[in-house]
C-alpha cells in the first residue's frame, strides 16, 4: 500500500536533495534570489517546502549551495595566471565565456542576476570576484595602481557577462567565444598593462 504524505517522502534522501538543487539552479538563474521563492522551488522539485530547509536551513543555505562552483572553474582560472602578463586579457576573456557558455549552473551569472536584489547575492558574488580574480590579479601586477586597474578588469567582464548572458544583447549574445576574445582581450590588457 502507497504511504500518502507530503510530496517526495518516497524518494531517497540524495535525491530529494539533488531534485531541490537542480530546481533552484534553473530558478535562481532565471529569476534570481528575489524571484525564485522557497515554496517554487520545492513545487518545481517535487517537495514539500520544509524539505528544503530540512537540507538547507534557509533560503539563503539553498542559494549559496546552488551557485556552488563547478569543479573545472578553479583550474580553468588557474591557466589564466599561467604565462605572467604577456596576453592575460586574452586568457581571462576566453576563460570567462567558455565556462559561462558550457555551464548550466553559471555561478557568475547565477550571482550577477541576483546582486541587484539581494544583499547577500551581493557579498557572494564579491567573495566570489576576489576569491578567484581580484586578489590574484593584484599580485601579478604588483604596482601601486594595481587595485583600480583590476577594478577596471571586473567591470569589463561583469559587463560582458551581464550583456551576453542575462540581458542577452545582439550582438554579443550570438558572437563567437573567438570575436569577443578578438575584440575584449585587448581592452582587459589594456587595464592591467596599458
Not at 525564485?36 to 534557509?58: I, L, N, W
Not at 550583456?163 to 575584449?184: G, K, M, N, Q, W
Request: glycine letters at 8%; one cysteine or more.
Amino acid at each position: 500500500m502507497a504511504e500518502h504524505g507530503r510530496p517526495g517522502r518516497w524518494r531517497s534522501g540524495a535525491e530529494s536533495r539533488q531534485r531541490i538543487l537542480d530546481a533552484a539552479r534553473v530558478l535562481f538563474r532565471e529569476h534570481g534570489y528575489g524571484g525564485a521563492s522557497v515554496r517554487a522551488v520545492a513545487a518545481a522539485a517535487g517537495v514539500d517546502p520544509s524539505m528544503v530547509y530540512y537540507f538547507f536551513e534557509t533560503k539563503k543555505g539553498l542559494f549559496a549551495a546552488a551557485i556552488e562552483v563547478p569543479p573545472d572553474l578553479p583550474p580553468a582560472i588557474d591557466s589564466i595566471f599561467e604565462g605572467g602578463l604577456d596576453g592575460i586579457g586574452n586568457r581571462i576573456v576566453r576563460t570567462l565565456l567558455e565556462n559561462l557558455d558550457k555551464s548550466d549552473r553559471a555561478p557568475l551569472v547565477t550571482l550577477t542576476r541576483s546582486a541587484p536584489t539581494d544583499e547577500h547575492a551581493q557579498a557572494l558574488l564579491r567573495e566570489f570576484i576576489d576569491r578567484e580574480i581580484t586578489g590574484r590579479l593584484v599580485a601579478v601586477l604588483d604596482t601601486p595602481d594595481a587595485p583600480i586597474r583590476v577594478g577596471m578588469v571586473n567591470v569589463q567582464i561583469l559587463g560582458l557577462a551581464v550583456a551576453r548572458y542575462i540581458a542577452r544583447l545582439e550582438p554579443l549574445t550570438s558572437a563567437s567565444t573567438d570575436e569577443l576574445v578578438d575584440r575584449f582581450g585587448p581592452l582587459v590588457q589594456h587595464c592591467l598593462t596599458g
